[in-house]
């Protein structure tokens, strides 16, 4: 699972699957059997190994007013399940749906709120996300698509009303079938759409969040895997 907690990346990953010898890469790893939770400086990239469900909770806490310079925490565990479950107990958990459509080797993007970004949107009763996806981009923006694949899941934290909320976004790369239609929803205050190539995907979303950076350089990565096979 990867979180993104007020748009900085959490990953939860099991012992087993942690690679000590890319410790290099973070700025500190520190052991949660010898080191006191409150005493840890939450800067730059940062493991902690040995972490509990309970240990995840405080740690969830403490990082909901991190500082800025916090720019990745990666919890690495023997019970990564029961972590997530312990996280995702703590907030209301809202499901949503989006992707990226691709035309001509361009992406469809969208401005909205000071942001660039994909269409998504919250699956109605009973829907599937595959349904919501498709349906939130016609929607948002009037072009017809079908799903080509899957790119991955995100999960991000915000507050609404008070209320802690985290949202699990399914993602999917969708083929173009008519934008003839294309016109941006502006009730949702989306205030323009653009087809563009990767190049310029990858300049824009300087202006946007991080969660939706991952969904785009994993969807690169799909590409770029593909193209060599």
């Not at 006191?36 to 909901?64: C, K, M």
């Not at 459509?101 to 942001?115: F, G, S």
């Not at 970004?117 to 009973?126: A, E, N, V």
């Not at 009037?142 to 976004?169: D, E, P």
Request: with cysteine; aromatic share 8%.
């Amino acid at each position: 699972m990867i979180l993104f907690l007020n748009d900085r990346p959490v990953k939860i990953i099991r012992l087993s699957d942690f690679d000590s010898a890319e410790t290099d890469q973070y700025d500190s790893v520190l052991d949660l059997r010898l080191s006191r939770l409150r005493e840890i400086r939450f800067s730059g990239h940062v493991v902690l190994l040995n972490v509990t469900p309970s240990l995840a909770a405080q740690i969830i806490e403490l990082l909901d007013n991190h500082p800025e310079d916090l720019l990745s925490l990666t919890l690495v565990s023997t019970t990564p399940k029961e972590i997530t479950a312990k996280i995702k107990s703590m907030y209301k958990v809202i499901k949503a749906a989006g992707g990226v459509v691709l035309k001509n080797n361009q992406w469809l993007v969208m401005y909205r709120r000071k942001a660039w970004d994909f269409p998504k949107g919250k699956l109605d009763r009973d829907e599937r996300s595959r349904k919501a996806a498709v349906r939130e981009i016609e929607e948002e923006t009037g072009v017809k698509a079908r799903i080509k694949a899957k790119i991955c899941t995100t999960w991000h934290t915000y507050t609404f009303q008070n209320s802690r909320i985290l949202k699990r976004t399914k993602w999917y790369v969708l083929e173009c079938v008519n934008d003839s239609n294309m016109a941006p929803q502006t009730e949702e205050d989306i205030e323009k759409l653009e087809w563009m190539a990767y190049p310029q995907v990858q300049q824009v979303l300087i202006n946007s969040f991080s969660s939706i950076r991952y969904v785009a350089d994993r969807l690169h990565r799909m590409q770029t895997q593909a193209r060599s096979m």
